[in-house]
């Protein structure tokens, strides 16, 4: 069973900047793309970032594009997520997420895409 835990969140001004870390149980990390998602109140679960399994080219929403940078470190299990010049609506709840197969990163933006889900970590941007 694969674990995954989101940290970093919290409350920050806009403009601000948080780093997301997500922590990754098992010893096949390295096999996998990763992706982060947010969720809204009331809102879809939405696709914010995602990296291959061996890093190189990341993808990105066009609501983050040039704001947010996703990395991973395979020998620590962790993949994390840069956000600078944060909005008020940036404020949504934050996943990182495991893709469904090897070595693969097809339709990296939609969530079926991705089998293993941490708890979330909150971020709330103020105005």
């Known amino acids: 069973q694969v674990q995954l835990v989101e940290s970093g969140g919290g409350l920050v001004q806009a403009g601000g900047s948080l780093r997301l870390s997500c922590a990754a149980s098992g010893r096949t990390f390295g096999s996998y793309a990763m992706g982060w998602f947010r969720q809204a109140p009331g809102k879809e679960r939405e696709f914010v970032a995602a990296?291959?399994?061996?890093?190189?080219?990341?993808y990105y929403a066009d609501s983050v594009q040039g704001r947010a940078t996703i990395s991973r470190d395979n020998a620590k299990n962790t993949v994390s997520l840069q956000m600078n010049s944060l909005k008020p609506e940036d404020t949504a709840v934050y996943y990182c997420?495991?893709?469904?197969?090897?070595?693969?990163?097809?339709?990296?933006?939609?969530?079926?895409?991705?089998?293993?889900w941490g708890q979330g970590t909150q971020v709330t941007v103020s105005s």
């Open positions: 990296i291959p399994w061996s890093g190189g080219r990341t």
């Open positions: 997420a495991r893709s469904r197969r090897t070595y693969y990163i097809g339709a990296y933006y939609l969530p079926v895409e991705y089998d293993y």
